[in-house]
Nanobody, 119 residues
Framework: QVQLVESGGGLVQPGGSLSVSCAASGSIFSIYATGWYRQAPGKQRELVAAITSGGSTNYADSVKGRFTISRDRAKNTVYLQMNSLKPEDPAVYYC?????????????WGQGTQVTVSS
């Protein structure tokens, strides 16, 4: 029952902030990399932010300077702090992590959390 569970989504006004989290649970040997993706209606899923096992980060151009990805390795949790939210940011946000389970490294996905930006 290895899984990723996102939380923290919701409704926020333009210019507001939200923080979403993704916690991994189960019999996990290690987590090597984690990223946040989002998918808006009628659009393909896109990478928003990622953090490597070494701690380096990268962001989509559309969110640079506004979003910050971080992690708490002890809690197997990754966060995405979203500031200055814009009307074009709403989407279902998914976390994804490459984890080693039973000696096999695979990509795992969370169920997604809805982020809505509206006045």
């Amino acid at each position: 029952q290895v899984q990723l569970v996102e939380s923290g989504g919701g409704l926020v006004q333009p210019g507001g902030s939200l923080s979403v989290s993704c916690a991994a649970s189960g019999s996990i040997f290690s987590i090597y990399a984690t990223g946040w993706y989002r998918q808006a209606p009628g659009k393909q899923r896109e990478l928003v932010a990622a953090i490597t096992s070494g701690g380096s980060t990268n962001y989509a151009d559309s969110v640079k300077g506004r979003f910050t990805i971080s992690r708490d390795r002890a809690k197997n949790t990754v966060y995405l702090q979203m500031n200055s939210l814009k009307p074009e940011d709403p989407a279902v946000y998914y976390c994804s992590a490459r984890m080693v389970v039973d000696g096999i490294g695979q990509r795992y996905w969370g169920q997604g959390t809805q982020v809505t930006v509206s006045s």
